[in-house]
């Protein structure tokens, strides 16, 4: 994401620059994600937060989608790479892995094993704050590599708050990357 663009008008005796750009919605929309972190919005501000939020995220996905190699499917909900601590459990016993990334419609990780696409699984995500997420994930694919195996899975039975705060992560995320513009 970008700052700003700063243009400098040559033939304006001022010589000013002219700042455009994404400073002060970003700003805004920091602090407002601040207040709903710690739960002090009001119902106004906390759905001009969702609505920011959204933006965001769909100009974020709208970045992502141009930049799309052939035969690569767009993504429908914004994820982040984070390495986070999860404990799989497959039909066939329980694995560690590390999330390679996450999203609040499921996560990338690495691990040992070979689970069928379509297998669902029992997963206990470490968050840095608060308790374990415990989900129920669908695997969606799985890339074999020597010795350890690459997979994404779907959440499928993730209730609203549980939801809302894996988006809540995933801001965090965004906002520290973009805290240096």
């Keep these: ?22 400073r002060e919605p970003l700003d805004e929309f920091r602090d407002l994600h601040e207040r709903a972190r710690s739960a002090t919005l009001g119902p106004p501000d906390l759905a001009k937060y969702h609505a920011l939020r959204d933006e965001l995220a769909q100009l974020l996905l709208s970045a992502h989608h141009v930049a799309l190699l052939p035969r690569q499917r767009q993504r429908r909900v914004l994820r982040v790479a984070r390495t986070l601590p999860v404990d799989i459990e497959f039909r066939h016993g329980t ?30 995500l470490s968050l840095p704050e608060g308790p374990p997420l415990q989900a129920t994930a669908r695997v969606v694919a799985v890339k074999q590599q020597v010795g350890i195996a690459g997979g994404s899975f779907q959440f499928t039975d993730l209730d609203e708050t549980e939801i809302e705060r894996l988006e809540v992560y995933v801001f965090d995320a965004i906002l520290g990357q973009v805290a240096s513009l």
Excluded: N, Y
């Design 1 to 22: 994401m970008v700052d700003s663009v700063t243009v400098r008008r040559e033939h304006c005796p001022q010589q000013k620059d002219v700042a455009m750009g994404f």
């Design 95 to 124: 694995v560690r892995a590390m999330t390679l990334d996450l999203s609040s419609g499921g996560f990338g990780a690495l691990f040992e094993g070979t689970p069928l696409v379509g297998e669902k699984a029992k997963i206990t």
